[in-house]
């Protein structure tokens, strides 16, 4: 005797005898079990651990009902018939776990991931010259938990400061710098931003040292090993008219009198 899986119920069976006299005789079965229970359904539920993953998961155990059972999924990226589904992206699923009778159940779930690790601002006060501080300033947002930072660059530069300074910067430091923020999870991202460090110009003159007669005109020349650096002077003198403040590569003034400038 098979019995569709309901809870308790009674049973009447009742026999008729025809060999002699007509006799009938009624046997009840009183709170018959079912066979099985109906279908019951539980799941390990894996999230996307990164944003944008697919690396989430449902592991389905069913119990109850009668074995063999078939599985119907639907959802992005799921095998439609397996019990168990891997690499799945964010999203709702659903399952209908039909047994060996008929007998059906239906269960949903929701795929979470964590949000986007964003650097929402990275910026640094560059440009900065030869033995100045450079400073960088980071803001970054998302990610599961708290957050990590690792920064490299030119010459050597390494750090694990959210906003990391370099003291008495040298011309070296010049160039690119990278920075990758972490969560929880091991999720990054990563960004760049270039810094530009002004080496001290070392100024040369032609003539550095002149002697001119009164009346005649100065001819000294100005130049600096650092490309489109700019000059300007003050006067300092005795006895000597002529001689200004002034800018420019090379200085021409009438001077009078006499003196030294």
């Known amino acids: 005797l098979k019995i569709s899986p ?5 049973l009447l069976i009742s ?9 009938a005789s009624n046997f009840v079965l009183s709170n018959l079990e079912a066979l099985e229970d109906i279908i019951d359904i539980s799941v390990t539920q894996n999230n996307v651990l990164c944003f944008g993953g ?8 069913v119990t109850n009902g009668v074995a063999p059972y078939t599985f119907s999924w639907s ?3 799921v095998n439609p018939t397996s019990e168990d ?5 964010a999203g709702n699923y659903s399952v209908t776990v039909t047994d060996d009778i008929g007998e059906m159940a239906t269960m949903m779930f929701t795929i979470t991931e964590p949000p986007a690790i964003v650097i929402s601002d990275l910026s640094s006060n560059s440009p900065v010259c030869e033995n100045d501080d ?4 980071l803001t970054a947002l998302g ?3 708290s957050l990590s930072y690792i920064w490299d660059g030119p010459d050597g530069f390494a750090s694990t400061d959210q906003n990391p300074s370099i003291l008495n910067v040298p011309p070296g430091a010049a160039g690119e710098y990278g920075v990758t923020v972490t969560d929880d999870n091991n999720c990054s991202t990563e960004q760049t931003i270039s810094v530009v460090v002004h080496p001290i110009p070392d100024v040369m003159a032609t003539l550095p040292s002149q002697t001119i007669c009164s009346g005649d005109i100065t001819s000294i020349s100005l130049s600096s090993n650092v490309a489109g650096t700019t000059f300007s002077w003050t006067v300092s003198q005795t006895s000597v008219s002529g001689a200004t403040d002034d800018s420019g590569n090379s200085i021409a003034q009438t001077l009078t009198a006499t003196g030294n400038i």
Do not use: I, K, M
């Open 143 to 145: 990610g599961n938990g």
């Open 75 to 77: 959802g992005s990226g």
């Open 54 to 61: 697919s690396d989430g998961a449902l592991d389905l155990e």
């Open 85 to 89: 589904q891997t690499g799945l992206a």
């Open 134 to 137: 450079l400073n960088f300033n």
């Open 15 to 23: 026999f008729l005898s025809f060999s002699g006299p007509l006799v």
């Open 6 to 10: 309901l809870r308790h119920f009674f």
